[in-house]
């Protein structure tokens, strides 16, 4: 791996990775790609995250949906875990608690495939911070 | 159209509203175009049940089951909103017609938090192109350590493990002081009972930590950088060293980091569990190998710390704020938050509360908020009793409190303190003198015994207290159970004895009258201490089912099938098990 040897080369380094983000969420195929991350902290993986995981990555590849499935930290949910937050291209993410092997099955079948919502969206309850703009 | 099953919303029809609104949708032959979805709880709980339209954003608050009729006539049909259920702005008193606005309804906002449960703490990728490093490049281009450090004062940063120190202050104390090799250490020993902020950080944004490190070593001269972890965080650790070994192949780490000349790097280093570790000092002598136990400050570890070296010791969340903030500015930081608490605290919400979890919320918020809205209230409708903040060191808070905006100064006053960020929720069956042995029970176990307050006089206090749950303790007691108190917070070496008397002495200030009912009329009013209550049968309610005689696990319960039955009390050992069987309200606990 290369080294980053200055501020210049930092930015650069973050508008490549970034451009490279939006690459991936755009994808090829014209209905895009699907991205879904699993809150994997201490927590989610105790009530079972890391079944809901490999269940998510060998079901979509199973069943032929283009795909990204990673791993992030807590979200705040721990009374809803496991959880997992969904993607589809052009759209808000939507995050689904109480996610067992079934439900992540409906979740691929109702919401990944046909946009159609389903019970247990977790509402995002908190405000984000702008993190580029000085203010 | 989502319609909030959360508890609080559920306590207030919620599910009638969901039922009705699919009635209406099929009346008006719309259930093909319009899904109504159940979700989780909105953080909004004061103004439910909720109903939130998308993708036209539509918030609604109050919404009674009888209001489907009309929400799918008018906005459903004919895509006109029903203004009388619209948020009204408490400010400007407009209703708000696009919740994408409502920013106020969010009670929590993420800093230190601020990339947990969104990036791949385990890809450094993710978090340089979420800003990720900027900070530290911009300090290292850009900013003399000085110039660095008057910006962390100006932010008015606090520490966020329990003191409150104000970081900058710290920082410039350290870089003042002379020594061959000045440390960097990050405190990662979280010994609260029920805290998991530190790990929750750790977890999931571990460069945030390295990051702010090597910004901190940077403004006072140190190159090392140590972080105390305890061995118990196996997943926090496993990430932490992932996020050092990528951080080393960026140079990130190590010598000359983005070319400015500047070399500094991190090690781990593992703690066995012990509280006493977390206090800086102990954490230190861990560290070199000696026994984890506290020394008396002054030398302060900016003085002499690790290895007798200058030595500044920061907390995790500490350390996550600080890349923020100088990405964003100090103004921008101070402007949130309340004149002498700048920023936001993490608190691990747990105990008798709907939606246990980690939440980040503003300083100056109030309990209320915290409990009745972010935390969905008190579970199975009971009713609120205490909270408690501060863990083992701090207290515990009642009604009157609620409306206190929470900041490190008025947690103090209330007879609390901010500790860590652990916080607990107790109900109507939580007895406050219980309460306090639990706590006591911890500090006896966790006291590294090197000085005799603590050592002899918390073990003093447990016995009192175990002596008045069990009703035997009289009038002079009491006394003696706020005078010993006294007694260890004067005298204790260390933080830890010099705070564990605080959960005795909140609950006497505040539930006098438990402690009262315990030693007067040896009876507990939560009815929780087993030695105080007795379990009975009554008469009128008993139909005779025999669960109760099946599930006594000393068969202390005699009756015949569909006879009364009754409870042999001098068996029973109070295990609760008829209580929770018998369907019919005819155990009583007396
Ligand atoms: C008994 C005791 C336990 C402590 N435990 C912790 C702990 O687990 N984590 C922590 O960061 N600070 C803990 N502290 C506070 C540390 O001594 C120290 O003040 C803190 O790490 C400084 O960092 P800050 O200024 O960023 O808060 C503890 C203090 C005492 C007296
Ligand atoms: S107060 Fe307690 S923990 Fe602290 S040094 Fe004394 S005995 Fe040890
Ligand atoms: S469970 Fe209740 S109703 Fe049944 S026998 Fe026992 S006391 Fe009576
Ligand atoms: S409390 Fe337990 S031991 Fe006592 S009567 Fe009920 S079931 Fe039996
Ligand atoms: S650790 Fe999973 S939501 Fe908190
Ligand atoms: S907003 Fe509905 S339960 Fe909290």
């Not at chain 2, 870089?175 to 090799?181: L, N, W, Y």
């Not at chain 2, 000092?281 to 002499?304: C, N, V």
Request: proline letters at 4%.
């Amino acid at each position: 791996m290369t080294k980053i040897k200055s501020l210049a080369d930092l930015k650069k380094k973050k508008e490549d990775l970034q451009s490279k983000i939006a690459l991936r969420e755009k994808s090829d195929t014209p209905e895009g790609r699907v991205l879904v991350k699993v809150a994997m902290a201490t927590c989610g993986i105790a009530s079972g995250s890391k079944e809901v995981m490999e269940y998510m990555v060998d079901e979509l590849d199973k069943r032929n949906i283009d795909a990204i499935v990673t791993q992030t930290g807590c979200m705040g949910y721990c009374y809803a875990e496991p959880t997992i937050e969904v993607k589809l291209p052009d759209q808000e993410p939507v995050v689904y608690g109480y996610v067992d092997t079934r439900k992540a099955d409906e979740i691929i079948e109702k919401y990944i495939r046909n946009q159609e919502l389903v019970d247990g969206i977790i509402p995002v309850n908190y405000q984000t911070i702008e993190k580029d703009k000085e203010e | 159209m989502l319609v909030c099953a959360g508890t609080g919303c559920r306590a207030s029809s919620s599910d009638m509203l969901y039922k009705n609104l699919n009635k209406e949708l099929k009346e008006h032959d719309l259930q093909d175009d319009v899904q109504v979805v159940e979700t989780g709880c909105f953080g909004f709980c004061e103004k439910g049940p909720i109903v939130k339209v998308i993708p036209d954003n539509t918030f609604y608050v109050s919404v009674t089951p009888e209001d489907a009729k009309e929400i799918v006539a008018e906005h459903a049909l004919k895509g006109r909103q029903v203004e009388r259920l619209l948020y009204v702005d408490p400010v400007n008193k407009k209703h708000i017609s696009d919740s994408k606005g409502m920013g106020f309804y969010k009670k929590q906002i993420r800093i230190a938090l601020r990339n947990c449960g969104l990036i791949d703490p385990e890809s450094i990728d993710e978090y340089l192109a979420a800003d990720g490093y900027e900070a530290l490049g911009k300090v290292l281009s850009e900013m003399t350590p000085e110039e660095a450090i008057q910006e962390m004062i100006d932010s008015g940063l606090r520490g966020r493990g329990g003191g409150g120190f104000p970081t900058g202050v710290k920082w410039q104390i350290a870089s003042k002081v002379e020594g061959d090799q000045k440390y960097v250490v990050c405190n990662a020993d979280e010994g609260d009972p029920g805290a998991f902020m530190d790990r929750s950080i750790l977890e999931g944004d571990p460069h945030s930590v390295l990051e702010a490190m090597v910004i901190n070593g940077y403004c006072i001269g140190a190159t090392k950088g140590l972080i105390y972890i305890r061995a118990e965080y196996p997943l926090a650790i496993e990430r932490l060293k992932i996020a050092i070994r990528q951080a080393r192949e960026y140079g990130l780490l190590g010598t000359d980091i983005l070319g400015s000349g500047f070399d500094f790097d991190v090690e781990i280093r593992y703690g066995a569990g012990a509280f006493v570790c977390g206090e800086e000092t102990a954490l230190i002598h861990s560290m070199e190998g000696e026994r984890g136990e506290p020394t008396f400050k002054p030398p302060f570890p900016a003085q002499s710390g690790y290895l007798g070296m200058p030595t500044n010791v920061n907390n995790v969340e500490t350390f996550a704020n600080i890349p923020v903030i100088y990405n964003k500015g100090a103004k921008w930081f101070a402007s949130i938050g309340t004149e002498k608490s700048k920023g936001t605290k993490v608190f691990a919400l747990a105990g008798k509360i709907n939606n246990v979890g980690l939440i980040e919320v503003p300083m100056g918020i109030t309990l209320r908020e915290v409990i009745f809205e972010i935390g969905g209230g008190i579970k199975d409708g009971k009713k609120f009793r205490a909270v408690q903040t501060g863990g083992p060191s701090g207290g515990c808070l009642t009604d009157k409190h609620l409306d206190t905006p929470i900041d490190f100064d008025n947690l103090i006053e209330a007879g609390s303190m901010m500790g860590s960020g652990g916080m607990i929720v107790m109900d109507e069956d939580d007895c406050m003198v219980s309460v306090a042995k639990f706590y006591l029970d911890f500090t006896v176990e966790e006291s590294c015994g090197k000085c005799s307050p603590c050592r002899v006089g918390n073990k003093r206090l447990y016995e009192l207290l175990e002596k008045i749950t069990q009703g035997k303790a009289d009038k002079e007691d009491l006394d003696n159970l706020r005078n010993l108190s006294m007694v260890i917070r004067d005298t204790s070496l260390c933080g830890l004895g010099q705070t564990s008397p605080n959960p005795v002495l909140s609950t006497m200030d505040n539930f006098m009258e438990e402690y009262d009912a315990h030693v007067e009329d040896q009876r507990c009013p939560a009815g929780s201490c087993k030695e105080l209550i007795r379990y009975e049968i009554i008469p009128e309610n008993c139909v005779g089912c025999t669960a109760c005689a099946r599930n006594c696990p000393v068969n202390c319960i005699a009756g015949e099938r569909k006879q009364l039955h009754t409870i042999d009390q001098s068996l029973c050992i109070k295990c609760n098990a008829c209580f929770e069987k018998c369907k019919f309200n005819a155990v009583a606990i007396v």
